[in-house]
């Protein structure tokens, strides 16, 4: 029933009615009605198709002013102009009938009188609907016209002012100078101003003086650091990969890309596109593809045995994700698994925009020792310089060594033979034909140290073995699952061998060629069903080292791959064929290379002749054999009919020869036993000529040429990488998948943005380039907004709009839309020049206006929404201990470099992850006092004393913390060695440089750390502390030295121990003090 009162009258109840008196004149959609409908409503009746109940939209227009079609229903409109009490919306939210009500008694919302009284002043004023604020491009506004504006002192104040006299406030007089430098100094630098900065800037009677400061603060290359460690939470930068392993990995560089980026004033504009798609520029430069490592941040996973593509699929949708909410403050995560429930994000707007990221040549996990690839190589200018110097020596061996010089020789030599024996013979290493299983004791193989790769020992007892025709022994064992040992069966000479799955061959004569070494293999396969795959023969480590070493393997469609890799999918030559192999048919495959590191150099047969194939990388740049500095040096033996995870089932292997050498046409010919009565060429007999080592000149020339490769890719192979993006020559297919879920896709999309913001420019295919452009345009609605509302954020403590990380219909209303807009605009126009923006806030009045609140402006305003005064808030993790560092004297000013490991608790890392990362080897000297932004970070454990000042594990994109006030802050400050430390060297230097009595040592004190000097209440608190402690100190002198003694730094001591532990516990107390961690 509706209400009794109200079922027989055209009124409005008399409770909606008075709270209607107390609502503004007026009543604007976005403000007023827009959040309630979207916090109520929108869940049933809002963009999400799957969910949306009895085909009603409460968020079009044209749907919600629509007849209403339900038996139920009891007026004959939704929302009826100008007429509450003939609104079906209406009726239903004013209902106490269970059955009828809205929003129903399951959902467990509920509306406030003043809520229902909001939606029936908006219906009888006419139900005027808005687009939403952030989905129309900023427009420039007017500019406000103040009265009594003495105060203002640039545009931004005008709109501040404006909104003050509206809410009938004023805002707060000037800070001292002394705080307004404390102020800009911790927001452009991150760092307190010392006490000679503050001194200088107090004597500077100059008209321009503040704005000197800032110009010159704008200008330290601490700028940099202070900007980058904002964008480090958004990027979600981490010094590991996460998941359960949490192994360590190279992302370093990047992080200096950042620092770069800020000092040199990138526009942000050209900051977003490079870290976008910096690889697809035109002739992109090192830093530009260094820049797309911003999208490769993401965790990643080192376990083995898990789904790559559902591993892989999870790191598009972070990218995605990050996209989403740092650079267009949108919740695209929603639209995930179902078409967004707020917003106008479809499912299959989701996928569009993930189709930009999923192209990259990557994998779904992380190789134990290596880089994920895609990866750029940094080399140091050392490194550059001796491989540019190889890369020479090799270009001219390379073109000495060409064959044309050699055809003299070659007529020689044909003239000097009646026949050319083609016996196969040179270079051969091993030769199994599988004719017989031989019984052997496990302890008579060779294993060459595979125990030591991980594949497990011999031991005693017997085994099953194959006879090597090269060596004339049996040197082959079963490898895996014994009862799915290979079976004898009629080969393609005599006996063969049909490989049953889960075990395979593997040859305890290791033979793992590197990436600078010729060898060729040659196999007979027969495929005996359909849809098979797995290996064929390889010596790769599986997963474990991203296929590190070489495989030729039969994909499930019957076509070929074959592989020599570093680290696949990127650093690495792969070739597939294009055409299945027959089946039920013997087929001889050939692989053979020259050394050369180049996929020219790799030729492959399927029955002597060259097939079609499609060349999907070459980009093999390091060894095939181990990581950087030797790591996971390759033990892994080669093997037919399995890998480290994988093997193959319903397939028939025999004639398996193995050639340390590259070989001719004519050879691969005969291999495959071609009946062919013409006659080679002369370039194919040129050819066998010099591979099958028949010209000394030749031989020589080959042996150095591998020589020099060798040290090329010794050299090659340490060189740092880093991630980055990189595309995939064949495009891979997009789908939106059902639910999310890696293995249930649906249709296939294209490329593409948000229908609802606007389409990309036509072009024949989308790419992460089209993506930059259209975020960076003008009519781009979010990305200007969002940045200049972080930057308002960084400054102010508080965004223009509170919700920074969702702009959408579920975010927090701007308090100020006409300065965004204002803001955005400007700074568009104005190059996208951060600096300037930051600049133009600093100079208003209302950065420079006081922290203290007066009486009216906590009783109008107590959260400070329209700038009263200026939010005093609490500093950084990051900026706290490098503010003590900075007040000590200890804090290093280099800039960038690999991370380094300052003081923390012993045992964190051992009880939360494995691999590379497990001890914290904490570090010495200068790395104890780098700036906070270089402290290692391990998503799994990141700095505990930052963690408590609420720094985030940085596992997803954050881009505001939440703040937080507990004792353990507290604790920190009291205990850290890395504080209490700082206190003692404070002290040290106050003692040797402060002559005066102690009043003026405290003031020091002050100075270094509050920035301003103390008050005389202040002063007899410390001095009354000073002297309480130096009494249990002079008492009990190996207390002091014991706080003394805390930390790496050794301070002079000299005959003062006591008055030094005491003045250090003056430090460390000033260091709890409410202004020390306080930005007012």
């Known amino acids: 029933m509706i209400l009794e009162m109200f079922s027989c009258s055209s009124s409005i109840p008399d409770e909606i009615e008075y709270a209607m008196e107390a609502l503004p004149n007026k009543i604007d959609y976005n403000i007023h009605v827009k959040p309630i409908l979207s916090d109520r409503c929108y869940k049933c009746h809002g963009p999400d198709a799957n ?7 409460l968020d079009i227009e044209e749907n919600a002013l629509a007849k209403v079609l339900s038996e139920q229903s009891i007026a004959q409109h939704s929302i009826s102009k100008g007429k509450p009490a003939q609104s079906e919306v209406f009726l239903r939210i004013i209902s106490n009938d269970e059955n009828y009500m809205m929003p129903p008694p399951e959902s467990n919302l509920t509306m406030t009188e003043e809520e229902i009284a909001i939606l029936a002043k908006w219906i009888e004023d006419g139900a005027k609907f808005k687009e939403h604020w952030s989905f129309m491009p900023p427009e420039k506004p007017s500019i406000p016209n103040i009265e009594n504006n003495e105060w203002v002192r640039q545009d931004i104040d005008r709109f501040i002012l404006a909104k003050l006299q509206e809410n009938k406030l004023e805002p707060t007089q000037a800070a001292k100078k002394s705080t307004l430098l404390r102020r800009l100094s911790l927001d452009i630098t991150g760092l307190p101003p010392s006490v000679e900065e503050i001194e200088s800037f107090l004597k500077n009677d100059q008209e321009n003086a503040y704005e000197q400061k800032i110009d010159e603060l704008l200008a330290r290359p601490q700028y940099g650091e202070r900007m980058a460690s904002i964008w480090l939470d958004a990027a979600r930068y981490a010094d590991t990969h996460g998941y359960q392993d949490d192994g360590l990995r190279t992302s370093w560089p990047w992080r200096k890309w950042v620092i770069d980026a800020y000092n040199n ?185 595979n125990k030591s790769a991980g594949w497990g020992g011999i ?144 030729r492959f047969y399927v029955n002597g002749k060259e097939p079609k194939s499609f060349l999907h990388q070459d980009n093999l740049r390091k060894s095939l054999l181990h990581g950087v500095k030797g790591s996971n040096w390759s033990n892994y033996p080669l093997i037919i009919g399995k890998e480290k995870e994988r093997s193959i089932q319903n397939v028939m292997m025999d004639e398996f020869k193995v050639y340390d050498r590259e070989l001719s046409v004519i050879e691969v010919e005969k291999l495959a036993r071609l009946e062919t009565t013409e006659k080679p060429n002369n370039q194919e007999l040129l050819e066998y000529y010099l591979l099958s080592g028949k010209n000394e000149q030749y031989n020589a020339l080959l042996d150095s040429l591998t020589q020099l490769r060798a040290k090329e890719n010794l050299v090659a192979t340490d060189v740092i990488e880093v991630m980055v993006m990189n595309e995939k020559r064949k495009i891979r297919p997009t789908y939106i998948l059902d639910r999310g879920m890696y293995d249930s896709p649906l249709a296939e999309v294209k490329p593409g943005t948000p229908e609802k913001f606007g389409d990309l420019p036509l072009s024949e295919v989308q790419s992460r380039l089209d993506l930059a452009k259209w975020t960076i345009s003008e009519k781009n609605p979010f990305t200007a907004r969002v940045h200049v509302n972080r930057i308002w954020n960084t400054i102010f403590g508080r965004g223009l709009v509170l919700t920074q990380e969702d702009f959408g219909n579920q975010g927090s209303l701007p308090t100020h839309p006409e300065l965004l807009d204002y803001l955005a605009v400007d700074f568009m126009k104005n190059g996208w020049d951060t600096k300037r923006l930051m600049r133009k806030i600093f100079l208003s009045a209302t950065y420079r206006q006081g922290s203290v609140a007066s009486e009216n402006a906590l009783a109008a305003d107590p959260l400070n929404h329209y700038y009263s005064r200026y939010p005093s808030h609490r500093l950084s993790a990051e900026i706290i201990r490098d503010h003590a560092l900075a007040s000590s004297g200890l804090l290093s000013d280099s800039i960038g470099g690999p991370s380094v490991y300052p003081y923390q608790p012993d045992g964190i890392w051992k009880a939360l992850a494995t691999r590379n990362a497990t001890v914290y080897h904490q570090g010495k000297g200068e790395d104890l006092y780098r700036r906070s932004l270089y402290t290692i970070w391990k998503r799994t454990a990141p700095p505990p004393s930052m963690l408590n000042f609420d720094a985030p594990d940085r596992y997803i994109c954050t881009v505001d913390r939440q703040k937080t006030s507990t004792p353990l802050q507290s604790l920190v400050l009291m205990n850290d060695p890395q504080y209490l430390e700082a206190s003692k060297v404070l002290a040290e230097s106050t003692l040797a440089e402060i002559i005066g009595p102690l009043n003026e040592k405290i003031n020091h004190m002050f100075m270094s750390l509050i920035s301003r000097p103390a008050d005389p209440l202040e002063l007899e608190v410390m001095e009354d502390l000073y002297q309480d402690e130096l009494i249990v100190f002079s008492r009990d002198v190996s207390k002091a030295e014991a706080l003394l003694d805390i930390g790496d730094y050794k301070i002079e001591k000299g005959d003062s121990v006591p008055e030094l532990a005491a003045l250090t516990v003056v430090a460390s107390t000033l260091m709890n003090y409410d202004e020390f961690i306080t930005k007012r």
Not at 51 to 57: L, T
Not at 322 to 345: F, N, Q, S, V, W
Not at 477 to 482: L, R, V, W
Request: aromatic share 10%.
């Open 265 to 449: 004033n990138m526009p942000y504009d050209q900051f977003i596109t490079e870290q976008l798609a910096g690889d697809l520029l035109p002739n992109a430069k090192t830093s530009q593809i260094l820049a797309t490592s911003f999208n490769r941040n993401h965790p990643q996973t080192q376990e083995g045995g898990v789904v790559e593509e559902e591993y892989r699929v999870e790191y598009v949708a972070d990218k995605t994700n990050t996209y989403g909410k740092a650079i267009l403050g949108l919740t695209m995560e929603c639209a995930r698994c179902h078409d967004h429930k707020y917003d106008p994000i479809s499912q299959k707007d989701y996928y569009a925009l993930s189709a930009f990221f999923n192209n990259n040549n990557d994998s779904g996990i992380v190789p134990y020792n290596g880089e994920a690839t895609p990866t750029i190589m940094l080399p140091t200018p050392q490194e550059e310089k001796l491989l540019d110097s190889l890369h020479r020596e090799i270009g001219l061996l390379e073109e000495e060594i060409i064959s044309d010089k050699y055809i003299a020789d070659l007529e020689q030599w044909l003239a000097s033979v009646e026949n050319i024996d083609l016996n196969l013979e040179e270079g051969k290493v091993a030769d199994f034909s599988f004719e017989d299983a031989i019984e052997v004791d496990k302890n008579s193989l060779n294993l060459d140290n």
């Open 459 to 602: 031991g005693g007892g017997k085994t099953t073995s194959y006879l090597d025709k090269v060596t004339g022994i049996p040197d082959a064992a079963i490898f895996g699952d014994i009862d799915s040992k290979p079976l004898i069966d009629k080969g393609k000479d005599g006996n063969g061998l049909k490989f049953l799955g889960d075990c395979g061959i593997r040859f305890n004569r290791r033979m793992d060629y590197d990436r600078n070494q010729p060898f060729s293999v040659s196999i007979w396969i027969k495929l005996l069903k359909e849809g098979e795959k797995g290996p064929i023969f390889n010596n790769t480590n599986g997963d474990f080292e991203g296929y590190r070493g070489w495989i030729c393997k039969l994909n499930e469609d019957g076509t070929l791959s074959f592989q020599l890799n570093h680290v696949w999918p990127d650093n690495a030559i792969d070739y597939q064929t294009t055409d299945p192999i027959a089946l039920n048919e013997w087929t001889n495959i050939v692989m053979t290379y020259d050394g050369s590191s180049r996929a020219e150099g790799l």
């Open 51 to 57: 969910k949306r109940k009895a085909g009603f939209r």
